[in-house]
């Protein structure tokens, strides 16, 4: 019965990837198919009522037009890049979701994408403070409308006349808006208990992502064996991954300890840039604390190991710290990369170079679609700031919505305003709903025989190392794929549900992972999560049920 | 560092507009100067220098920040109407959610209902279209696709001098090859194939050309290319298989008797399949400019045709690792594509705001061109659309040694005395590019007109005592 289950299952995948586009095929499978290109008999019946069908004729005429970008002559760094959140498996979802838009059916209802931290997509809040005091901005004549309370238009007035013409659609200054700036510096200093921020180190940014890959491109450099070597740990957030493969510069690979609650560990650092020494000039070392997608909040000892490391091997810091207001396990803390360097004394705070990364998208905001971000760069050899600054100007400014937005973030109402009641009513259920999910997951499918997940100390994912039986690891190696990604398809196909494999985010080498988001509302995540029990126990008795 | 960095240049944020800002600042904390006030006409941004926004557009955009306003019976249906169609289409109903890193579905239909209203018909498929970042965000992408090779196979990129510093600033950055083709002067900046041609053929000694890159109406130069023109750059495309960007941020200001837009899809289109199913195009489009003037947004849109399909999927691929562009500059971009139409509610106050942004900038492209062209060694082509006037000045032999014994270009040189003595802040030319040998500076018609006048009578006054002076 299981091998008829799993031929089923195969004709299944093979089924699903005959329904796949072309394109998405080639992506799932990172091998052209047969299936792909125009089949004469197809074309035969064709009017050539569009130019573009008489060009399709013509090549399979002989009379090929060579197109001047192809992928022959396309950029081959553009073409290395690969980004999992929204890679081909996210591709197939919406793939999904059209069919069953357009009344097809499946062994479900509704595709879950639990793929990407973006919690507004997922039903939670925005805060209403800050969407008041952008709409404010973006409205002003709503300054007379009573229905605003005072401490909401204060600040809307404060934003506006640090805009040119007093509006949001004027061009900022490229590092960002003036006051805003400054408000950041204060938030920086009090969350990190006086130690001094200088509002001209601050940049804002179109999310965080575009900081991270500006200081990237500054930082790219050298040739062959001096060619910039960047650290970054392993499983990362593939944006870093997808940089590096852009500016051509080379991935070094420190590996987290799993077993270690994804902790890292300094003799991995020390392991990974000496073997790195040998093809390339590691000169940058990124963390992301708390971490995506491992969740895991790093201790204070171990930043301090970090940055004694880089401060010895000469590395610049990037310090990706956008959930630094989601940590949910009550032994955590977040340490900010800046407040330890600080603590470190005068020859670390005085020497190491740092870019440290926030956002608007993450925290209890979720303010994913405002772009807004700000980095503040400590050390930067003053020349190179000004090639920063140089850089910035080219694409004007970050959108003046995500600025605002980020001023509410770093300027929120204080106990003694009007609007801090209902703020941190708002703030407080948003990360309390959070921190439930996150022990829930935990909970949940650490209960799954074959799934074994390490603690959701922060940030909004989990990551679960699952098992998956020799069987499928072969037949996923024949169809060409990773086995994390044949295991997320069939999750997809017989569950509606969307995760990202763990070779999107790299792994140890024999290991597998999903990641999946602890953002969708509290019952829908149970939901999820029995089916993805369920999923995984009879993917695992199927698989193991075959000679 | 990154080496191709360093050989970034940005003149219109560049050191004189620093050295302005220092200005400004010195100003505020009371040191004396020759004027009040710094008038900062360097940059193409409307509402700095006093354009209001469009009421409707921001009132969609409020509704759209914070839904519970559409309980407020002080906005007009169609605009709540707008909100809701905008906020379905996001994930969650909220545009603070990630949109898909093509942009929202509805508004890239909306804009290719846009396109094809605007094109006579001409079909525009929503697959086609990609909302940007600003119109450079959807610049910079494309361009970072077609540069490849290396030595005498690196790609070369074709751009008109003079351009919009953005092209020679990425071209830097990605190390690609700028291949420049000059405008004509003395023909008000129109563009010359015999000239492409001849860049062309110049540039293939070391490089391989694959793009040319247009800007219509042009930037800094303000001329609208005739539609004859266009056609002969088509036909010139495809003959040397060039892929074609049409940077059409400025399709709307067109203030010119005797001048229109024509939109390089729609010429491209009317040529006939021979041309419309060959050349790969990319056109772009920004919320920044036209009558709209929303810069601080960023938003934008660009339309690609032809594209090879596996390629496509490539740009879907590079643009996902940003996510998307801002959901606001989103909704307002779908807003200047589906605007109010007559008898709905807002119709009349958009027209007559939109009206009132249009011939101001009109009637302020002439009184500049007037104006400047009143004074001896200043020289000032028609602004025939865009938002600059790029007009040509003598400068005396003197002025222009001190210059380089300074190592400043002497436009840089005549810039900087102007900043001082008056206040007034503008754009070398050499930050534009120009033939050797001539001089000029852009400046924006974007200050009220009151205040256009007194500035352009007092570089009339610097203008004449700077000839004096290094006479």
Same mark, same amino acid.
């Given at each position: 019965?299981?091998?008829?289950?799993?031929?089923?299952?195969?004709?299944?995948?093979?089924?699903?990837?005959?329904?796949?586009?072309?394109?998405?095929?080639?992506?799932?499978?990172?091998?052209?198919?047969?299936?792909?290109?125009?089949?004469?008999?197809?074309?035969?019946?064709?009017?050539?009522?569009?130019?573009?069908?008489?060009?399709?004729?013509?090549?399979?005429?002989?009379?090929?037009?060579?197109?001047?970008?192809?992928?022959?002559?396309?950029?081959?760094?553009?073409?290395?890049?690969?980004?999992?959140? +929204?890679?081909?498996?996210?591709?197939?979802?919406?793939?999904?979701?059209?069919?069953?838009?357009?009344?097809?059916?499946?062994?479900?209802?509704?595709?879950?994408?639990?793929? $990407?931290?973006?919690?507004?997509?997922?039903?939670?809040?925005? $805060?209403?403070?800050?969407?008041?005091?952008?709409?404010?901005?973006?409205?002003?004549?709503?300054?007379?409308?009573?229905?605003?309370?005072?401490?909401?238009?204060?600040?809307?007035?404060?934003?506006?006349?640090?805009?040119?013409?007093?509006?949001?659609?004027?061009?900022?200054?490229?590092?960002?808006?003036?006051?805003?700036?400054?408000? /950041?510096?204060?938030?920086?200093?009090?969350?990190?208990?006086?130690?001094?921020?200088?509002?001209?180190?601050?940049?804002?940014?179109?999310?965080?992502?575009?900081?991270?890959?500006?200081?990237?491109?500054?930082?790219?450099?050298?040739?062959?064996?001096?060619?910039?070597?960047?650290?970054?740990?392993?499983?990362?957030?593939?944006?870093?991954?997808?940089?590096?493969?852009?500016?051509?510069?080379?991935?070094?690979?420190?590996?987290?300890?799993?077993?270690?609650?994804?902790?890292?560990?300094?003799?991995?650092?020390?392991?990974?840039?000496?073997?790195?020494?040998?093809?390339?000039?590691?000169?940058?070392?990124?963390?992301?604390?708390?971490?995506?997608?491992?969740?895991?909040?790093?201790?204070?000892?171990?930043?301090?190991?970090?940055?004694?490391?880089?401060?010895?091997?000469?590395?610049?810091?990037?310090?990706?710290?956008?959930?630094?207001?989601?940590?949910?396990?009550?032994? @955590?803390?977040?340490?900010?990369?800046?407040?330890?360097?600080?603590?470190?004394?005068?020859?670390?705070?005085?020497?190491?170079?740092?870019?440290?990364?926030?956002?608007?998208?993450?925290?209890?905001?979720?303010? @994913?679609?405002?772009?807004?971000?700000?980095?503040?760069? $400590?050390?930067?050899?003053?020349?190179?700031?000004?090639?920063?600054?140089?850089?910035?100007?080219?694409?004007? @400014?970050?959108?003046?919505?995500?600025?605002?937005?980020?001023?509410?973030?770093?300027?929120?109402?204080?106990?003694?305003?009007?609007?801090?009641?209902?703020?941190?009513?708002?703030?407080?259920?948003?990360?309390?709903?959070?921190?439930?999910?996150?022990?829930?997951?935990?909970?949940?499918?650490?209960?799954?025989?074959?799934?074994?997940?390490?603690?959701?100390?922060?940030?909004?994912?989990?990551?679960?190392?699952?098992?998956?039986?020799?069987?499928?690891?072969?037949?996923?190696?024949?169809?060409?794929?990773?086995?994390?990604?044949?295991?997320?398809?069939?999750?997809?196909?017989?569950?509606?549900?969307?995760?990202?494999?763990?070779?999107?985010?790299?792994?140890?080498?024999?290991?597998?992972?999903?990641?999946?988001?602890?953002?969708?509302?509290?019952?829908?995540?149970?939901?999820?999560?029995?089916?993805? +029990?369920?999923?995984? /126990?009879?993917?695992?008795?199927?698989?193991?049920?075959?000679? | 560092?990154?080496?191709?960095?360093?050989?970034?240049?940005?003149?219109?944020? =560049?050191?004189?507009?620093?050295?302005?800002?220092?200005?400004?600042?010195?100003?505020?904390?009371?040191?004396?100067?020759?004027?009040?006030?710094?008038?900062?006409?360097?940059?193409?941004?409307?509402?700095?220098?006093?354009?209001?926004?469009?009421?409707?557009?921001?009132?969609?955009?409020?509704?759209?920040?914070?839904?519970?306003?559409?309980?407020?019976?002080?906005?007009?249906?169609?605009?709540?109407?707008?909100?809701?169609?905008?906020?379905?289409?996001? =994930?969650?109903?909220?545009?603070?959610?990630?949109?898909?890193?093509? !942009?929202?579905?509805?508004?890239?239909?909306?804009?290719?209902?846009?396109?094809?209203?605007?094109?006579?018909?001409?079909?525009?498929?929503?697959? *086609?279209?990609?909302?940007?970042?600003?119109?450079?965000?959807?610049?910079?992408?494309?361009?970072?696709?077609?540069?490849? !090779?290396?030595?005498?196979?690196?790609?070369? &990129?074709?751009?008109?001098?003079?351009?919009?510093?953005?092209?020679?600033?990425?071209?830097?950055?990605?190390?690609?090859?700028?291949?420049?083709?000059?405008? *004509?002067?003395?023909?008000?900046?129109?563009?010359?194939?015999?000239?492409?041609?001849?860049?062309?053929?110049?540039?293939?000694?070391?490089?391989?050309?694959?793009?040319?890159?247009?800007?219509?109406?042009?930037?800094?130069?303000?001329?609208?290319?005739?539609?004859?023109?266009?056609?002969?750059?088509?036909?010139?495309?495809?003959?040397?298989?060039?892929?074609?960007?049409?940077?059409? &941020?400025?399709?709307? *200001?067109?203030?010119?008797?005797?001048?229109?837009?024509?939109?390089?899809?729609?010429?491209?289109?009317?040529?006939?399949?021979?041309?419309?199913?060959?050349?790969?195009?990319?056109?772009?489009?920004?919320?920044?400019?036209?009558?709209?003037?929303?810069?601080?947004?960023?938003?934008? #849109?660009?339309?690609?045709?032809?594209?090879?399909?596996?390629?496509?999927?490539?740009?879907?691929?590079?643009?996902?690792?940003?996510?998307?562009?801002?959901?606001?500059?989103?909704?307002?971009?779908?807003?200047?594509?589906?605007?109010?139409?007559? =008898?709905?509610?807002?119709?009349?106050?958009?027209?007559?705001?939109?009206?009132? &942004?249009?011939?101001?900038?009109?009637?302020?492209?002439?009184?500049?061109?007037?104006?400047?062209?009143?004074?001896?060694?200043?020289?000032?082509?028609?602004?025939?659309?865009?938002?600059?006037?790029?007009?040509?000045?003598?400068?005396?032999?003197?002025?222009?040694?001190?210059?380089?014994?300074?190592?400043?270009?002497?436009?840089?040189? #005549?810039?900087?005395?102007?900043?001082?003595?008056? !206040?007034?802040?503008? &754009?070398? !030319?050499?930050?534009?590019?120009?033939?050797?040998?001539?001089?000029?500076?852009?400046?924006?018609?974007?200050?009220?007109?009151?205040?256009?006048?007194?500035?352009? *009578?007092?570089?009339?006054?610097?203008?004449?005592?700077?000839?004096?002076?290094?006479?």
């Amino acid at each position: 019965m299981y091998r008829l289950q799993s031929l089923a299952a195969r004709s299944l995948i093979a089924g699903a990837l005959d329904q796949c586009s072309p394109l998405t095929l080639t992506s799932l499978t990172g091998v052209r198919h047969k299936s792909q290109g125009p089949s004469v008999e197809k074309y035969g019946q064709m009017r050539f009522i569009t130019a573009e069908a008489k060009v399709a004729a013509e090549r399979l005429n002989g009379k090929i037009r060579e197109k001047t970008l192809t992928m022959e002559t396309l950029n081959p760094q553009v073409k290395a890049v690969e980004y999992a959140v +929204r890679g081909p498996i996210v591709i197939k979802a919406g793939e999904i979701e059209r069919y069953l838009e357009e009344g097809g059916t499946k062994p479900f209802s509704e595709v879950i994408k639990a793929n $990407i931290g973006d919690a507004h997509a997922m039903g939670q809040q925005p $805060i209403t403070f800050l969407r008041q005091v952008v709409a404010l901005c973006t409205f002003p004549e709503l300054m007379d409308s009573p229905s605003f309370p005072e401490d909401v238009k204060w600040r809307a007035r404060r934003i506006l006349q640090g805009c040119g013409g007093h509006s949001l659609g004027s061009y900022s200054a490229s590092p960002g808006v003036e006051c805003i700036r400054k408000d /950041i510096a204060s938030y920086i200093e009090q969350r990190d208990e006086g130690v001094p921020a200088d509002w001209e180190n601050i940049y804002l940014t179109t999310g965080a992502s575009d900081g991270i890959m500006t200081i990237l491109r500054l930082l790219v450099s050298g040739k062959d064996s001096s060619r910039t070597g960047v650290m970054i740990p392993i499983p990362q957030y593939p944006l870093y991954s997808a940089a590096i493969s852009e500016m051509d510069a080379v991935q070094v690979n420190y590996y987290l300890d799993e077993d270690n609650c994804w902790a890292l560990d300094i003799n991995e650092l020390h392991r990974a840039y000496q073997a790195a020494k040998q093809r390339c000039q590691p000169r940058v070392i990124c963390i992301i604390n708390p971490g995506n997608p491992t969740g895991q909040v790093q201790s204070k000892k171990c930043i301090e190991e970090v940055l004694h490391f880089a401060y010895e091997e000469n590395l610049f810091v990037m310090s990706d710290e956008v959930y630094q207001d989601n940590v949910y396990a009550p032994d @955590c803390q977040f340490h900010s990369f800046k407040k330890v360097l600080y603590e470190m004394g005068p020859e670390y705070f005085n020497s190491v170079e740092l870019a440290s990364f926030h956002s608007t998208s993450k925290g209890y905001t979720g303010e @994913c679609g405002f772009r807004g971000g700000y980095m503040e760069v $400590i050390n930067m050899d003053p020349e190179v700031k000004a090639q920063l600054v140089k850089l910035l100007s080219v694409r004007l @400014c970050p959108p003046l919505a995500g600025q605002a937005a980020m001023d509410v973030i770093v300027n929120p109402p204080q106990p003694d305003e009007l609007s801090f009641k209902q703020f941190h009513q708002e703030k407080s259920s948003v990360l309390g709903a959070l921190a439930e999910k996150a022990k829930l997951t935990e909970q949940i499918l650490n209960a799954v025989p074959g799934i074994k997940c390490n603690p959701v100390q922060g940030a909004m994912y989990a990551f679960p190392q699952i098992f998956i039986p020799p069987k499928a690891v072969e037949e996923a190696k024949a169809l060409g794929m990773q086995p994390d990604m044949l295991y997320c398809l069939r999750l997809l196909e017989e569950t509606g549900i969307c995760v990202v494999p763990g070779s999107g985010f790299g792994q140890k080498d024999g290991t597998y992972h999903f990641r999946m988001t602890i953002l969708p509302s509290t019952e829908k995540l149970k939901v999820l999560l029995g089916k993805v +029990r369920d999923f995984h /126990i009879s993917f695992l008795k199927e698989y193991s049920a075959l000679e | 560092m990154n080496a191709n960095v360093k050989k970034v240049d940005y003149a219109v944020r =560049g050191p004189i507009v620093q050295r302005a800002v220092q200005i400004e600042k010195e100003l505020k904390e009371g040191v004396k100067k020759p004027f009040e006030e710094v008038i900062k006409a360097n940059i193409g941004d409307a509402h700095a220098m006093g354009q209001r926004p469009i009421t409707f557009f921001r009132q969609v955009m409020a509704l759209c920040t914070y839904p519970e306003l559409l309980d407020d019976n002080k906005f007009p249906e169609d605009a709540k109407n707008r909100a809701r169609r905008i906020l379905q289409s996001c =994930g969650g109903n909220s545009i603070g959610a990630y949109t898909t890193s093509q !942009g929202i579905d509805c508004v890239r239909h909306d804009v290719a209902n846009y396109i094809q209203r605007r094109d006579g018909g001409i079909p525009s498929d929503p697959d *086609n279209i990609y909302l940007t970042t600003g119109a450079s965000d959807g610049i910079v992408t494309i361009l970072k696709l077609l540069t490849a !090779g290396e030595g005498r196979t690196r790609t070369g &990129v074709m751009i008109s001098i003079p351009q919009y510093p953005l092209y020679s600033a990425s071209i830097a950055e990605l190390g690609a090859v700028q291949v420049s083709y000059y405008l *004509n002067e003395e023909k008000c900046w129109s563009l010359d194939i015999s000239e492409l041609q001849r860049a062309l053929q110049a540039a293939r000694e070391h490089c391989n050309p694959r793009v040319l890159c247009i800007i219509n109406p042009g930037n800094p130069t303000g001329q609208v290319q005739s539609r004859q023109c266009i056609e002969d750059v088509i036909r010139f495309a495809a003959k040397e298989n060039l892929f074609l960007m049409a940077d059409e &941020v400025y399709q709307d *200001n067109v203030y010119a008797e005797g001048c229109k837009f024509h939109s390089f899809k729609k010429v491209l289109f009317e040529m006939g399949p021979e041309y419309s199913s060959k050349v790969e195009l990319a056109s772009f489009h920004s919320t920044s400019k036209c009558y709209m003037g929303e810069c601080g947004f960023r938003g934008g #849109y660009m339309e690609v045709i032809n594209m090879d399909a596996d390629v496509k999927a490539q740009l879907t691929k590079l643009v996902s690792v940003r996510l998307c562009p801002p959901a606001p500059g989103q909704a307002l971009m779908d807003l200047v594509v589906n605007s109010p139409q007559p =008898g709905e509610p807002s119709y009349q106050t958009f027209m007559k705001e939109r009206t009132a &942004v249009l011939s101001a900038l009109a009637e302020k492209a002439k009184l500049t061109e007037e104006i400047l062209n009143t004074v001896p060694g200043i020289s000032c082509n028609p602004v025939q659309g865009a938002m600059y006037s790029f007009p040509r000045i003598t400068l005396p032999e003197r002025a222009i040694n001190e210059a380089k014994a300074k190592g400043q270009a002497p436009d840089m040189f #005549y810039c900087m005395k102007l900043l001082e003595e008056t !206040g007034i802040c503008l &754009v070398p !030319g050499s930050g534009f590019g120009q033939r050797e040998g001539t001089y000029h500076f852009r400046m924006t018609i974007l200050p009220p007109t009151d205040k256009l006048k007194i500035m352009l *009578n007092k570089l009339k006054e610097f203008h004449q005592k700077f000839t004096q002076q290094y006479s």
